[in-house]
């Protein structure tokens, strides 16, 4: 079945729609709640191709709801992989089914306990954002993430946020910036946990070399959160903080 299940997504695609749809779509859906977790995350890594054979309708609603389902998996592969097959599911279905029927996979993996599955929704919320563009981040996407920084989680979630922060930045211009991501890293400079304030120093210090930040923003709003940090109790923020500084004056 494992063997099976790892080449279904090639199959479905050569016999098309309508053949995949008759003799597949059932054992496609057995298959995903298969007991043994090899084969379903052999099946789950083909998620996006079936479900861009099938294309937008009923049938592809089932197999999604039970995609859903798989982000509760108990084993962390099969949670990474599905977070994998979102960009192209939103891709092929547009905003409104993202919104829907995915969004909340993603949002809920920032949270999960194993890294590397935090890791793959951080690089895949870049994905999403540049495929829906800086209007919807910023409305839409931006406030979901400053919801989930919150000081009453574990540290770990409001790292995991400080790293989304970033990557969803891409399209925004200078002004959407400094609205909306640097009030979020220069309040993590004050956590009381030293993991939040480096990674706070990390982020700021990548915005500043990728980001045309303008000197006013940089003088007035982050060389001071940055200079409060030089001397911290922590020698690790303040060694970040001495770096990001060291990017704010070339």
Known sequence: RAALAQVLGPVAKALGKDVTQRTLLSLISE??????HDVRLNIVSHAGLICEVLSVDGL????????????????????????????????LFGMELFQSKLETILLSSLRDSVHSVRQAAILHLKEIADTFGSQWTVEHLLPKLVEQYSASVGYANRVTVLHVLPQV???????????????????????????????????????????????????????????????DSDIDVQYYAQRALMSCNN
Request: glycine letters at 2%; one cysteine or more; a neutral charge.
């Open 60 to 91: 592809v609603h089932s197999l999604l709801h039970t995609v859903q389902n798989l982000i509760m998996d108990n084993h962390w592969r099969i949670r990474q992989s599905v977070v994998e097959q979102v960009p192209k599911l939103s891709k």
């Open 31 to 36: 298959l995903m709640k298969d007991e043994f």
């Open 169 to 231: 930045s891409g399209l925004m211009s200078p002004e959407q910036l400094t609205q909306y991501i640097l009030p979020i890293l220069i309040k993590a400079t004050k956590d009381s946990v030293p993991n939040v304030r480096f990674c706070a120093c990390q982020r700021i210090m990548w915005m500043v070399e990728n980001h045309n930040m303008g000197s006013q923003t940089i003088t007035t709003m982050i060389k001071p959160a940055l200079q409060e940090l030089e001397h």
